[in-house]
Antibody, heavy 119, light 107 residues
Framework: QVQLQESGPGLVKPSETLSLTCTVSGGSISYYYWSWIRQPPGQGLEWIGYIYNIGSTNYNPSLKSRVSISVDTSKNQFSLNVSSVTAADTAVYYC?????????????WGRGTLVTVSS | DIQMTQSPSSLSAFVGDRVTITCRASQSISSYLNWYQQKPGKAPKLLIYAASSLQSGVPSRFSGSGSGTDFTLTISSLQPEDFATYFCQHSYRAPYTFGQGTKVEIK
């Protein structure tokens, strides 16, 4: 059974960089599309971007200038960096797997991790 | 970007009711439409992909239909565990935007 687990600081200061890691177990990270999605408290879901083919990425244009996603196949992990954060970046951050066989829907999700941007 | 609009934003229903939620895309997305269920404090759970394909393990009372720009999620007989928020999402091309959600509450 595939499992995903987010990890990283729960508190980030404004203007700094938010960094999160997602550890994948129960399957190889060398296939599929590995995504980050966030949800501000009490609000809806925002797709941040994905990485596939061990290096190809696609980002939401609304965040593109501040976001990067990378993968470490040796650790079966992929990571998210969001630079120059503000309070608007406060959210629960989810990592998820998207699969071409299910039309790029997200079939496995991590539990999510709350990141608060505050001084 | 393709915009996704769900309606209603919330609804109240009785156990056993038939419930329908709609999702409209700002342009044609073929059948690249997914439905998720989210309960408080939990990650979203995939219910339907490709507009009408039931994800493995999801009860058959959930069904999806539509293509192009207009889509529907139907719960044939609402159960107590179905009270949650439902989101549509397109996966036609990046960015894969979500609808704003529909909260299903107990009447």
């Amino acid at each position: 059974q595939v499992q995903l687990q987010e990890s990283g600081p729960g508190l980030v200061k404004p203007s700094e960089t938010l960094s999160l890691t997602c550890t994948v177990s129960g399957g190889s990270i060398s296939y599929y599309y590995w995504s980050w999605i966030r949800q501000p408290p009490g609000q809806g879901l925002e797709w941040i971007g994905y990485i596939y083919n061990i290096g190809s990425t696609n980002y939401n244009p609304s965040l593109k200038s501040r976001v990067s996603i990378s993968v470490d196949t040796s650790k079966n992990q992929f990571s998210l960096n969001v630079s120059s954060v503000t309070a608007a970046d406060t959210a629960v951050y989810y990592c998820a797997r998207a699969d071409s066989s299910t039309w790029y829907s997200s079939d496995y999700w991590g539990r999510g991790t709350l990141v608060t941007v505050s001084s | 970007d393709i915009q996704m609009t769900q309606s209603p934003s919330s609804l109240s229903a009785f156990v056993g009711d038939r419930v329908t939620i709609t999702c409209r895309a700002s342009q044609s997305i073929s059948s690249y439409l997914n439905w998720y269920q989210q309960k408080p404090g939990k990650a979203p759970k995939l219910l339907i992909y490709a507009a009408s394909s039931l994800q493995s393990g999801v009860p058959s009372r959930f069904s999806g239909s539509g293509s192009g720009t207009d889509f529907t999620l139907t719960i044939s007989s609402l159960q107590p565990e179905d009270f949650a928020t439902y989101f549509c999402q397109h996966s036609y091309r990046a960015p894969y935007t979500f609808g704003q959600g529909t909260k299903v509450e107990i009447k």
